[in-house]
């Protein structure tokens, strides 16, 4: 059975993201990567490790906020987790524009919450974290080995 404490529907996702943008207006121009608070509290807020979201976001885009990434498919990845444009639509009708994903922590609240519907999936394994990449078992296995890799280089796993 799942704890339903740590399922968080979407529409919290998008009125805490509404928050968000808006302390994020209000901040400095100059702050641009999402801090060491943003991964916590989106890993808090949604059950899942901050340091596997920081891993994400390093293999993903070295934690560039601003990166975009145009896919043979058509498809586009958007900030420091890129964001696949396959989720605009449910995004966009919960509140969260796709602009608002090159905020570092929007997109670090987005992350949580697409990594946290694959732990629903899978529960808290590797599977999880390389179908935040693909459900194609051959994508999402290297992708996992991709993010294990990164926690190894960091001394977070053996």
């Not at 966009?92 to 519907?117: D, E, F, H, S, T």
Request: hydrophobic letters at 50%; one cysteine or more; charged letters at 20%.
């Amino acid at each position: 059975m799942i704890n339903m404490l740590l399922f968080v529907p979407l529409r919290w996702l998008r009125i805490a993201l509404v928050l968000l943008l808006a302390v994020a207006a209000a901040a400095l121009p100059g702050v641009a990567h999402a801090d060491e608070n943003c991964f916590e509290e989106a890993g808090v807020y949604q059950g899942v490790n901050p340091v596997i979201l920081k891993a994400i976001a390093w293999f993903e885009s070295k934690g560039d906020p601003e990166a975009v990434h145009r896919n043979a498919d058509g498809s586009v990845d958007v900030g420091q987790a890129q964001i696949n444009s396959v989720h605009f639509g449910e995004l966009r009708r919960n509140g969260v524009p796709p602009g608002a994903l090159r905020n570092a922590c929007v997109n670090i609240y987005v992350a949580a919450w697409m990594l946290k519907q694959k732990m629903l999936r899978y529960g808290n394994t590797w599977r999880a974290i390389g179908a935040f990449h693909s459900e194609t078992p051959k994508l999402r296995d290297q992708y996992a080995r991709d993010i294990h890799a990164v926690l190894v280089s960091w001394g977070n796993a053996e």
